[in-house]
């Protein structure tokens, strides 16, 4: 039972920058120093907590708070002309590589000029 004159923790929305199995980059964490820097990916936002609950590495998950997190910009979110450029670049350095590449990744295919 509450008490007289306490109120409860405001509910924090969640950011809607960060979506499930966004990638992010954990940042300007004083108690985790050790994970500062690291990758790690969003499984979900824990509502109670106001804080987003992250994989980091195979085995650990934490709930970190939205302003500690910074969203890892993935390739298939760049626009296409973007995404042309660095395969021209990357098919320049290392041919074999980028051709194996363009046989898995349907999301490449506009690369292929065949």
Known sequence: KPMAGASSPATVP????FSKGDVVR??????RQDLNGQQAT?????EASGRYMVAVGP???????????????HLLN???EVIEQVGL??????PPSVLRLL????HARFLCKA
């Open 14 to 17: 969640p950011d809607p920058t």
């Open 26 to 31: 954990v940042e300007n964490l004083k108690s």
């Open 42 to 46: 969003i499984l979900g936002f824990h």
């Open 59 to 73: 085995t650990e998950a934490i709930r970190l708070r939205s302003s500690n997190l910074q969203l890892v910009p």
């Open 78 to 80: 760049l626009p296409p």
């Open 89 to 94: 670049w990357l098919l320049r350095r290392n």
């Open 103 to 106: 046989r898995t990744c349907q």
